[in-house]
Structure formats: structure tokens, C-alpha cells
């Protein structure tokens, strides 16, 4: 069965860091493209970051220069850190295979 179990949600004031990670099992996963999104309260889904299969990345400027995607093949993980958060970071993150599979998400506050 394709799993994608996202970690490492939590409550963090603004400013601090959180590092999130998506343990992929059941597909090939070094050969998908794979990708952050998050939904924030009373929003849509929002695209944060993607890594290709051959490691090129993209962001969305929000978060561009304070979050950095990442993945080791070797571990069929995906990570996500992120740095100098912003309450407006606030949101459930989850983790996709080319949006084709999906995991449950993991909340993000981030709160004084």
C-alpha cells in the first residue's frame, strides 16, 4: 500500500523553526517529483514547495529564503525546514507524490 505519514507539526512562536518530514513507502519514490502544500484556516490549498526527481526545487514567495525542501532517496523521506516563521505560516501541511498519492497532514501554529 502507498503510505505518506507526515511529522513534525507543533506549536512554535514567530521566529522559531520547525522541520516537517513525509516517510514515503509503497511506490518508487526517488522517480516522483514531490511537493509541501498547506491549507490554512478559512483558505485554499496552497503550493509551498516542490522538489523534482533530480533535485531542482521551486517555492512560493512567501516563503522563499526562510523554508528549504529536501529529500533523501536513500530514506524514502521528504523534509520541509522551516525558519523565522510567521503566524501566517499557520496552516495543516501535507506532503504529495506528484499530487498523486497523499498523506494526512500535520498542523502548524505558530503562536505567542
Known amino acids: 500500500d502507498v503510505q505518506l505519514q507526515a511529522s513534525g507539526g507543533g506549536l512554535v512562536q514567530p521566529g522559531g523553526s520547525l522541520r516537517l518530514s513525509c516517510a514515503a513507502s509503497g511506490f518508487r519514490f526517488s522517480s516522483y517529483a514531490m511537493s509541501w502544500l498547506r491549507q490554512a484556516p478559512g483558505k485554499g490549498l496552497e503550493t509551498v514547495a516542490d522538489i523534482m526527481n533530480d533535485g531542482r526545487t521551486a517555492y512560493v514567495d512567501s516563503v522563499k529564503g526562510r523554508f528549504t525542501i529536501s529529500r533523501d532517496n536513500a530514506k524514502n523521506t521528504l523534509y520541509l525546514q522551516m525558519n523565522s516563521l510567521h503566524p501566517e505560516d499557520t496552516a495543516l501541511y501535507f506532503c504529495?507524490?506528484?499530487?498523486?498519492?497523499w498523506g494526512q497532514g500535520t498542523l502548524v501554529t505558530v503562536s505567542s
Open positions: 504529495t507524490a506528484a499530487f498523486a498519492f
